[in-house]
């Protein structure tokens, strides 16, 4: 799947730039997109609310976004979720005008949280005088609680700074400390950011997890809910929490809930019940080579119901064969063997032998091919294969050879073995005639047109 491309807009200026991929870190999403001279771009947002974007010739170390890309729970730019955070476009605000209109949004503690996410791109004194001032803003209209917790964020992301020395001694603030530290219930209440970040860097636990869980159900936040049952199914493997995901995804189209489970095994899901439920979907949008890979790699056993509606799959879409193990042409081949259509296995059976063929040499599909031998039905295709094997080596017979190559569509191989027949017997116009008919097949005119005009030759000279 393509990546997705979103402008971005500076002034009287308009960007197309590629997303490549998107974190969830604690109240934090963050989008990595380039243009076309790999410039990179950071679109941040909060609690899925679009705050502003940066640029940067490289990605920042030791910043809020690089520790958000490790820490995090990362998707690729294609993936349904990060989709589903996209708009169109994007304008780029003055920060002062931004921070501004945080305040009313969000508030003063929120406000000094998001500050928090734009370092590097502004730097580290002036976001802290920033968070500064919001804690005086808060201490005039007398909240000390508020003013405890900004200063908390102000330590953790500036932890020299004055402010804090100022306020060491404070008796309130030391009350509000050894609250916190005995974690009581009513102060964490009212605390929603410490408790989003420490459950979320808790979240491997299962009551942290399942608290978080109840929290974006609360907000709404439907993005955050999936991405963390998505984490807690790969981390625990668990059939449970995998199936606790699936009513998460029921809105979701029929491609997009191929991307999810795509994203699950890619990121290693791989219980018994989940790889059903992926090839299942692989069959229903009509993926029968990813189907077959899947089986090849997980010894994935079909039902009687399964290997029908794969049979009728293969039979109504052609294959991308390319892309099959010998071993997916062998379970491929034995499900239309053991089948009520044995005119159909034949015809497997010669497609697989025409793509093996792109990649290895006819003693190792004779030995792939054994399993098929009693089949009557197989067994002339096999013996054409056998036939391969023993003129390998035979200059004398490289016509025939060349028209078993030709029978299994490896035209370049038979023009080589065409090519030899004609050095041979070079009074013979049969090689010829090959050649040109070849040539004309691979789409090189040229060549077509000489050997044509060679054969014609011959034949009046015959």
Not at 322 to 328: F, V
Request: net charge negative; aromatic share 12%; charged share 25%.
């Amino acid at each position: 799947m393509s990546l997705p491309t979103v402008t971005l807009k500076a002034k009287h200026q308009a960007s197309p730039v590629t997303v490549d991929r998107m974190t969830i870190y604690e109240q934090c999403q963050i989008i990595e997109a380039r243009d076309d001279e790999n410039h990179r771009y950071y679109l941040f947002f909060h609690k899925h609310h679009y705050l502003n974007y940066v640029s940067a010739s490289k990605r920042p170390n030791s910043s809020f976004v690089s520790l958000a890309f490790q820490r995090g729970i990362t998707f690729s730019g294609s993936h349904p979720l990060t989709q589903s955070l996209l708009s169109p476009s994007y304008k780029k605000q003055n920060f002062n005008t931004l921070f501004e209109t945080l305040q009313h949004r969000w508030g003063h503690e929120e406000t000094a949280l998001i500050a928090t996410y734009f370092h590097p791109f502004i730097k580290k004194p002036k976001l802290a005088h920033f968070i500064q001032t919001l804690f005086y803003k808060e201490r005039r209209n007398g909240k000390m609680l508020s003013c405890y917790r900004i200063l908390q964020l102000l330590e953790d992301f500036a932890p020299n700074h004055p402010l804090s020395d100022a306020f060491s001694g404070d008796l309130q603030f030391g009350q509000y400390e050894q609250r916190y530290k005995h974690d009581d219930e009513q102060l964490l209440l009212q605390d929603p950011i410490r408790v989003e970040k420490t459950l979320f860097h808790n979240r491997e636990n299962t009551d942290s997890y399942q608290s978080l869980q109840s929290l974006y159900e609360k907000q709404s936040r439907s993005l955050e809910k999936t991405a963390l049952s998505i984490d807690r199914a790969v981390r625990t493997q668990s059939t449970g929490d995998y199936e606790a995901l699936l009513p998460l995804l029921s809105g979701y189209s029929d491609e997009d809930r191929l991307a999810f489970l795509t994203d699950l095994y890619e990121r290693g899901l791989t219980t018994p019940f989940f790889l059903q439920d992926y090839w299942d979907t692989l069959i229903k949008n009509h993926r029968p080579e990813r189907a077959l890979s899947l089986m090849d790699e997980h010894e994935i056993r079909l039902t009687p119901h399964q290997s029908k509606t794969l049979i009728d799959l293969v039979r109504q879409h052609p294959l991308l064969s390319a892309s099959l193990s010998p071993k997916s042409w062998e379970v491929l081949t034995s499900l239309f063997m053991k089948s009520d259509q044995p005119a159909h296995a034949k015809e497997i059976l010669q497609q697989a032998i025409s793509d093996l063929l792109n990649e290895y040499d006819p003693p190792y599909i004779v030995q792939w091919a054994r399993p098929f031998e009693s089949d009557p039905a197989l067994k002339p295709i096999i013996d054409k294969l056998k036939e391969m094997e023993t003129l390998s080596d035979d200059p004398n017979h490289q016509r025939r050879l060349g028209e078993l190559y030709y029978e299994f569509r490896q035209s370049k191989r038979a023009i080589e073995c065409m090519s030899w027949d004609m050095e041979l017997y070079e009074k013979d116009p049969q090689p010829v005639q090959w050649l040109a008919k070849l040539y004309q097949e691979e789409g090189m005119q040229e060549e077509h047109k000489a050997y044509q005009q060679l054969y014609i030759t011959m034949m009046k000279q015959a």
